[in-house]
């Protein structure tokens, strides 16, 4: 069974980091294209970043450029979000998402997480 799984989510106030972790299991990550979105309460689901599988090409929405930062690691099977410099509309569950076919930013991507939510409040 194919799955994604994130975790690192939480309580932060802004100013804040926070490093969210998605692991895969049924499947090596390395031959997939990943990405992470966000949906906050009444908002549509948006792209926040994405990393291409050779190269690690890396995509940042404009809201987050220079406060996130996208990694993997193939070995431990994991994809990263490093959010630092949290701000109160950061606040939403976030999902990570896994395709063999390059997306980018595009929410088709195939195989989705069940989200983890982080809230940035004072």
């Known amino acids: 069974q194919l799955q994604l799984v994130e975790s690192g989510g939480g309580l932060v106030q802004p100013g804040g980091s926070l490093r969210l972790s998605c692991v895969a299991s049924?499947?090596?990550?390395?031959?997939?294209?990943m990405a992470w979105f966000r949906q906050a309460p009444g908002k549509e689901r948006e792209a926040v970043s994405c990393?291409?599988?050779?190269?690690?090409?890396?995509k940042y929405a404009d809201s987050v450029k220079g406060r996130f930062t996208i990694s993997r690691d193939d070995a431990k099977n994991t994809v990263y979000l490093q959010m630092d410099n949290l701000k109160p509309e950061d606040t939403a569950v976030y999902y990570c998402?896994?395709?063999?076919?390059?997306?980018?930013?595009?929410?088709?991507?195939?195989?989705w997480g069940q989200g983890t939510q982080v809230t940035v409040t004072s």
């Open positions: 990393i291409a599988t050779v190269g690690n090409r890396k």
């Open positions: 998402a896994a395709d063999r076919i390059e997306r980018l930013l595009q929410s088709t991507y195939n195989l």
């Open positions: 049924g499947f090596f990550l390395d031959a997939y294209y």
